[in-house]
């Protein structure tokens, strides 16, 4: 069956009327006189091929086709202005669905607080959360799987952009039983002799660099004993005598009863987490995620 063209600006004469039964309040009602509606009601009329109003000397009633055409006009006027709506909303980066990636460790810093924030101030906007380790945040946004990143050391990748939201100093993570564990301050070189529990370098390249770099600023090549994706599970690995950790000061937040955590000197040495995003991206829920992790709390 041919789909019919209706008119929206008919479609509105017609409901108004149906409401009004009165062609002079219905024109005025629409900002328009009277000869204009009633065209606008024939046309449409023509297409469903009945009238859908009696005429003559007694009032303007609905026809059983107005009728039946009433209830649909209503639904279609509604759909539209709901679309439209949420259109305009898409487009001002106020609804929609954004895909964000985060490293695992920010969930103990700032991402509570940021996500929050954002949802208060755009409830519209559906969030799809991915945890996922950096290397793989720098994949995702290369091939549109996630729409930002909050991830640590972010690389120099050509087509993305980043911006710096937090810095945060290194500390130690020690078993709570090793003796270095008795100090307040460690300086790194104390750590010469331990074996490392570490992130592997293909979780984030630049973050696992820096902390060799700053075991070798501090005159030793770091040993790796163990790896793990998870600063929980780093962690575990460290209370159960596994080694020694450099992590970032967020991850105190970690209670385990066998851990310590303490800072370290240099205490210049710090790691960066930034929203990272795609350079050309031009979703307007991106710019707006950009600014609230820009502000974020």
């Not at 002079?24 to 046309?43: F, N, Y």
């Not at 924030?117 to 793989?136: C, G, L, N, S």
């Not at 990143?149 to 990748?157: A, K």
């Not at 060799?212 to 790896?227: K, N, V």
Request: proline share 8%.
């Amino acid at each position: 069956m041919d789909r019919p063209e209706l008119r929206l600006q008919q479609l509105h004469a017609f409901a108004v009327l149906a409401e009004e039964l009165h062609f002079g309040r219905a024109a005025e009602r629409l900002g328009i006189a009277q000869p204009p509606l009633s065209q606008q009601i024939r046309r449409l009329e023509a297409k469903v091929g009945h009238p859908l109003f009696t005429r003559g000397p007694g009032p303007v009633a609905l026809t059983a086709a107005g009728h039946q055409l009433l209830p649909a006009a209503r639904r279609a006027l509604h759909e539209v202005a709901v679309g439209l709506d949420t259109a305009r909303r898409a487009g001002s980066g106020e609804a929609g669905r954004i895909r964000i990636g985060f490293a695992a460790s920010l969930a103990l810093t700032v991402l509570p607080g940021m996500l929050r924030a954002y949802r208060d101030q755009f409830p519209q906007v559906e969030m799809e959360i991915r945890e996922m380790t950096t290397a793989p945040q720098v994949t995702a946004l290369r091939e549109q799987v996630i729409d930002v990143g909050l991830l640590r050391e972010p690389p120099d990748e050509p087509g993305l952009a980043s911006e710096t939201i937090l810095s945060e100093e290194f500390i130690a993570v020690l078993p709570a039983a090793h003796p270095l564990a008795a100090r307040r301050v460690l300086p790194i070189e104390a750590l010469a002799h331990e074996r490392f529990v570490l992130l592997p370098r293909s979780a984030g390249p630049k973050f696992h660099d820096r902390i060799i770099d700053l075991c070798r600023s501090a005159g030793f090549e770091p040993r790796t004993g163990q790896q793990a994706i998870e600063w929980q599970t780093v962690c575990a690995l460290v209370e159960a005598g596994l080694g020694v950790s450099l992590a970032p000061a967020s991850v105190r937040r970690i209670r385990l009863n066998g851990v310590a955590y303490r800072r370290i000197s240099p205490n210049s040495a710090r790691t960066t987490v930034a929203v990272t995003w795609r350079r050309d991206d031009q979703n307007p829920l991106v710019s707006r995620f950009v600014e609230a992790a820009r502000n974020q709390p």
